[in-house]
């Protein structure tokens, strides 16, 4: 929900930050669709991340749902079956190596390979100025944010490969593109990954891999409903409302079909038409 602070109030932003922060979880999506087999896809926040699990699963897809905590896997896979969806979980933190290991194994034993990879990981322990980022803060936050969804990458590529290649999914956010001065890690860390996405095209490509981003804006969510009755934050968005999951999903739902088969390198901005550029 981080994207979504830049535009409150400090203080406020502060105290719904750190209890949405604390609630937040990772979740691991893995993935068959009928014309891309297996996919992982992780996830901090549970309406986006939520949100894409069901939009592929309903495409078709078999899901593997991840989280820190086994009661959120129990939860997200009890709604998601409810639905006649097929999905399974697991307990997995990003941060951990053996944890990821243990994803991508367990992944294997049940799906048989990997094809899509979708990295919506991320985390922030901290609201101020950025010169008041501890270096342990930093640290943790480019752990979750930056180097586990590398290392995800570079860990399943070799996989994809071998299964004649794939796609793989970086969920960055508009701070990426227009930090906020109290969310300055954070914001740096989601920058990081629209250089991360085009530094891995050629490698990828060679591996027939496509590696896409989208950058979600203002996305309604719980946390967002505090703010809808500022009438200044709807005025700097020039669709004159909020995005939705569902719409974040959507756009995942293409970028790793075969509709999508000759884009690569690119962030695709869920916004509203909000300016974003770097």
């Not at 993935?31 to 297996?38: A, F, Q, V």
């Not at 996989?159 to 593109?177: D, P």
């Not at 490698?203 to 969510?221: C, E, K």
């Not at 946390?223 to 959507?250: H, V, W």
């Amino acid at each position: 929900m981080c994207y979504v602070l830049y535009t409150c109030a400090y203080t406020l932003a502060y105290t719904y930050y750190i209890r949405a922060w604390r609630s937040g979880y990772e979740v691991h999506f893995v993935i068959k669709k009928p014309h891309h087999p297996e996919f992982e896809l992780t996830a901090w926040n549970l309406r986006i991340g939520f949100a894409i699990a069901k939009r592929l699963a309903e495409d078709g897809a078999k899901v593997m749902v991840s989280s820190r905590k086994a009661a959120k896997v129990d939860e997200a896979v009890s709604s998601l079956t409810s639905k006649s969806l097929d999905v399974a979980g697991t307990v997995c933190h990003v941060a951990k190596p053996e944890d990821r290991k243990k994803l991508v194994e367990e992944t294997l034993a049940k799906f048989g390979g990997l094809d899509i990879l979708v990295n919506n990981a991320g985390i922030n322990p901290v609201f101020g100025p950025v010169l008041d980022t501890s270096e342990d803060a930093w640290d943790k936050i480019f752990e979750a944010n930056v180097k586990a969804p590398f290392l995800f990458c570079k860990d399943v590529a070799p996989l994809m490969e071998k299964r004649g290649g794939g796609s793989i999914i970086f969920v960055s956010s508009i701070l990426g593109y227009h930090p906020e001065a109290f969310l300055g890690c954070y914001s740096v860390s989601k920058t990081a990954l629209l250089g991360l996405v085009k530094v891995l095209v050629p490698q990828l490509n060679a591996m027939n891999i496509r590696v896409n981003s989208i950058a979600p804006g203002l996305i309604d969510t719980k946390f967002s409903q505090m703010l809808k009755s500022d009438e200044s934050i709807l005025a700097r968005i020039p669709m004159n409302r909020y995005g939705t999951p569902e719409e974040c999903a959507n756009v995942v739902s293409f970028l790793v079909s075969e509709e999508a088969s000759y884009i690569t390198g690119e962030t695709f901005k869920v916004t509203g038409g909000m300016m974003s550029s770097l």
